[in-house]
């Protein structure tokens, strides 16, 4: 079964840009974890599952051993530089396409372009909505002009082709519990009204954090004809987690179908997120960014998010974001974790081994291609 899914190109419906520098030990480690830094003194990002994950299975990629050490690594890395690092791990994830969302960049990543360049596979744009509204906010619309000029950037950015998808991230912001009604034109603008009042008393650029613009926002990417995906749980420092439950979202995505509802990582929740997929006709999930933090442990979460979940409504997404080995690793330990769950269930008389080699393909690629129309 293995080999099997080791030969079928994988759609990642959900992926970020990565540095295109080198990277000295510190700022590597930070890139491990979802926390502001990587830890206190003494406390290494390299001894955590992420961290044991990559040296078992990113070193052979750089021409090294399985285990090396992490000094050994980072050497490595530094000889063949960025350019040939990102090169080989985008290349061995064994990709068919990626969608990226690009509304997260502090810092200069190498964008749709680039990446399906280097994986040699379609590479398309997720929006993030929160980013529109915060463009037009700051870009000198009136709270009354404020509706029209997003729904006008998300149709001339929709119509120009290479967006595929868009994004929520109403977790980080208001939490899931998004009322599923249309807010009307007078809500939205007064909403407008209090996040550029909020910026210009707070000296800093717009921030999107009021439920009814998230909710606004959505919307907006239904009727441009998008599916829409939603953060869920597991992020960095600034999700507030006891919010970011899907079964807050019932309400909207009740009201969104038929329009796709994604979502997105889902860990710890990845339990209720199978529940909504099998309840709700319109809503399908991922494991994301958990697979590869849990690295020895992903295979537990793939087979408790498949409980429920209808194998046609599961997507693979790695989340990757900074490094490139994280293309690989996700792809490598969703493929590893799928793979023993099918052939469990082959060798248990669950299901055939033609049944499980139609499901792999089902979430490897053939259901992203459905959903997004690709």
Not at 93 to 106: E, I, K
Not at 200 to 222: D, K, M, N, S, Y
């Amino acid at each position: 079964m293995l080999e099997y899914l080791e030969s079928l190109p994988l759609v990642d419906h959900h992926c970020h840009g990565v540095r295109d520098r080198d990277l000295g030990r510190a700022a590597f480690e930070e890139s491990l974890t979802e926390a502001a830094s990587a830890g206190p003194p003494g406390v290494s990002m390299f001894d955590t599952q992420v961290g044991f994950a990559l040296r078992r299975w990113c070193p052979p990629v750089l021409g090294l051993e399985a285990h090396a050490e992490p000094d050994a690594y980072l050497a490595r890395r530094a000889e063949l530089g960025a350019a040939q690092v990102n090169a080989r791990f985008l290349a061995a994830a064994g990709l068919d396409a990626l969608y990226v969302d690009t509304g997260h960049t502090p810092e200069a990543l190498l964008g749709p372009p680039e990446l399906g360049r280097l994986a040699g596979a379609d590479a398309r744009e997720i929006v993030r909505l929160e980013a529109v509204a915060e463009e037009v906010a700051a870009g000198g619309a009136t709270a009354a002009g404020f509706a029209d000029e997003v729904r006008s950037r998300l149709g001339a950015r929709t119509a120009a082709g290479g967006v595929v998808g868009a994004k929520s991230i109403a977790a980080y912001r208001a939490g899931l519990e998004l009322s599923g009604p249309r807010p009307s034109d007078a809500e939205v603008t007064g909403a407008a009204g209090r996040l550029m009042l909020a910026a210009e008393q707070g000296g800093t650029g717009p921030r999107v954090c009021e439920e009814i613009l998230h909710r606004f926002l959505v919307w907006c990417a239904v009727d441009a004809g998008l599916p829409v995906q939603f953060h869920v749980g597991y992020g960095d420092v600034d999700a507030d987690l006891r919010r970011g439950d899907p079964l807050l979202l019932i309400e909207l995505l009740r009201a969104m179908d038929p329009s796709p509802a994604l979502l997105l990582h889902n860990y710890p929740f990845h339990r209720h997120a199978g529940y909504l997929a099998q309840v709700l006709p319109n809503v399908y999930v991922d494991a994301g960014l958990a697979t590869h933090n849990l690295g020895h442990r992903a295979p537990a979460l793939i087979a408790e998010l498949l409980e429920l979940a209808p194998f046609g409504k599961v997507l693979y997404s790695s989340d990757a974001f900074g490094l490139a080995e994280l293309y690989h690793l996700g792809a490598l330990l969703f493929r590893h974790g799928l793979a023993g769950f099918l052939a469990g269930g082959v060798e248990d008389g669950a299901w055939t081994a033609a049944d499980a080699e139609r499901v792999a393909g089902l979430i490897a690629s053939g259901n992203a291609r459905r959903v997004y129309g690709r």
